[in-house]
Nanobody
Framework: QVQLEESGGEVVQAGDSLRLSCAASGRTFSSYRMGWFRQAPGKEREFVARTDTSGTSTYYRDSVKGRFTMSRDNAKNTVYLQMNSLKPEDTAVYYC?????????????????WGQGTQVTVSS
């Protein structure tokens, strides 16, 4: 089992950068595939990025490609989401999630553990 806690969300202006962190508890963090998701008011939760257990393979939704970078540090039990060139449409609560499966997926229902979320607000 793993517990997740996101941090780093805040109010920024369009074009700014922000780095989100997700700290995990437990000694088996390196065995989990990790994902970032977001949910804007009135919308469904959507996939943002995912990485494999080592962090060498990453995958992004089209709208964030080239702007967002997901990474992980297994020694620190932490996963990151570096967000550059932020846009107002990036405004949402951002969640990290852990999955114990054998393959990567963008489906939120396939992730076993979730953090409580951190709010990112991008003003125009």
């Amino acid at each position: 089992q793993v517990q997740l806690e996101e941090s780093g969300g805040e109010v920024v202006q369009a074009g700014d950068s922000l780095r989100l962190s997700c700290a995990a508890s437990g000694r088996t963090f390196s065995s989990y595939r990790m994902g970032w998701f977001r949910q804007a008011p009135g919308k469904e939760r959507e996939f943002v990025a995912r990485t494999d257990t080592s962090g060498t393979s990453t995958y992004y939704r089209d709208s964030v490609k080239g702007r967002f970078t997901m990474s992980r540090d297994n020694a620190k039990n932490t996963v990151y989401l570096q967000m550059n060139s932020l846009k107002p449409e990036d405004t949402a609560v951002y969640y990290c999630a852990a999955r114990s499966g054998f393959y990567g997926t963008t489906n939120p229902s396939s992730y076993n553990y979730w953090g409580q979320g951190t709010q990112v607000t991008v003003s125009s």
